[in-house]
């Protein structure tokens, strides 16, 4: 079998679409005319990725409001905010260009998804061609709704905790139900839980192993068959072309992370500065029998957030070292990162939205390339 290549999700929004958004949230246009441009998004991303040969797609998340709030707000500016929350909740990030990113707290019970990932995908499917992927948001991220102290009046923690499950469990089964092929959870916030920033309370709790045990109640609920298609991303954030933690080590994050029973791992890695070093932690702690799959690790080949196009000769020679120390029946290849996870991102290094979109689909391009190679030279293809 040739190696599998998969994307983690979102592209960059239009400047059409960003600037739609903000008159949705201005009340200048109606719902309805803001899903018409949202439409069109969608089919271009879905038709643009199609043609770069990529054998697995999404719809860019080109409706979502992020990779983390969709299930809790239409729009980043908070229209549309589903039951029991308010705006103001803790960072869940602060980027290295100094800008962050907000949670909504959760102010009572129960807890329920307003949107689940499936309600874009149905959508979606009908735009497409070849098969498609769903990402969906990671309980690990959701459980920050809820005070890092004390309880809600009338709202246990355990009872959010298994609201939190059910909701997630059903995100995940109504995508394949829907005709997802794959689902992926995003499980940014596991690199920054290993971060301890004082300016960002919750990254200095040693929360890592109950993440882990918290997304393993949602993974238990799945059978080893449907956990296959089940897969988990990491990586250092991204957003308007900044990370939150790329200065944390891997080795930090990557024994905790492959306790997670799935079936394979997206991982950002075009950025590392030792490659070699993380494909061997890799190899060292990633599982031939996670609870009764295989963990397979898609190794990232590709920068979404530096316009430069990798070469698809590079991506060949890293997935080839990558080799060296994961077995090659368990290595895909992947993006570092969704190339937009939040919809308003001007993408600054590249200087225009739609310059970024040009950009993604041309890396996405070289990364299908350069992993048929990579399959040719190891004899898989
Ligand atoms: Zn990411």
């Known amino acids: 079998m040739p190696i599998p290549t998969e994307n983690v999700g979102s592209l960059p929004r239009p400047a059409k679409l960003q600037a739609a958004i903000a008159d949705y949230d201005a009340g200048r246009i109606t719902h309805e005319e803001l899903k018409a441009v949202q439409d069109e ?3 271009d991303s879905i038709e643009r990725m199609e043609a770069t040969g990529s054998p697995i797609n999404s719809d860019g998340e080109q409706r979502a409001s992020s990779f ?42 129960p807890f329920r998804y307003k949107t689940y990932a499936a309600d874009y995908l149905r959508d979606a ?64 916030e596991g690199r920054l839980a290993c971060r301890n920033d004082p300016n960002n309370p919750w990254t200095g709790r040693g929360m890592l192993e109950e993440f882990i045990a918290l997304n393993n109640r949602v993974l238990d609920r799945f059978s080893a068959e449907e956990r296959k298609n089940i897969g988990i991303h990491t990586c250092p954030g991204g957003d308007c072309d900044a990370t939150h933690s790329a200065d944390v080590d891997y080795a930090e994050l990557l024994p905790s992370m492959f306790k997670m029973n799935a079936g394979y791992f997206l991982i950002q890695l ?69 190339f937009s996870p939040f919809s308003i991102d001007v993408k600054p290094k590249h200087g225009s939205p739609d310059f970024a979109r040009d950009v993604a689909f041309q890396k996405i391009e070289s990364r299908v390339k350069g992993t048929q190679m990579a399959s040719e030279e190891l004899g898989v293809a």
Do not use: W
């Not at 929350?85 to 800008?99: E, M, N, R, S, V």
């Open 68 to 109: 983390a709030t969709y299930p809790l707000a239409e729009t980043l500016a908070g229209t549309g905010l589903a039951d029991n929350l308010a705006g103001d909740g803790q960072y869940f990030a602060i980027f290295t260009d100094g800008h962050h990113r907000q949670l909504p707290r959760l102010t009572g019970g």
């Open 41 to 43: 998004a969608c089919k």
């Open 270 to 338: 075009a950025s590392e500065t030792d490659k070699e070093r993380v494909y061997k932690l890799l190899g060292e702690h990633s599982r031939e029998d996670a609870n009764g799959v295989p963990q397979v690790c898609f190794i990232g080949v590709i920068n979404p957030q530096n316009p430069r196009v990798e070469t698809p000769e590079e991506v060949r020679d890293d997935l080839l070292l990558a080799s060296k120390y994961i077995p090659v029946e368990r290595l895909g290849s992947t993006d570092d990162c969704g």
């Open 125 to 188: 499917i009908n735009m497409a061609h070849k098969p498609l992927k769903q990402a969906v948001i990671a309980p690990s991220m959701l459980y920050l709704l809820y005070p890092l102290d004390g309880e809600i009046e009338g709202y246990t923690r355990e009872q959010f905790m298994e609201d939190l499950v059910d909701e997630c469990e059903k995100d995940i089964r109504l995508c394949f139900a829907a005709g997802a092929k794959r689902v992926s959870i995003d499980f940014t």
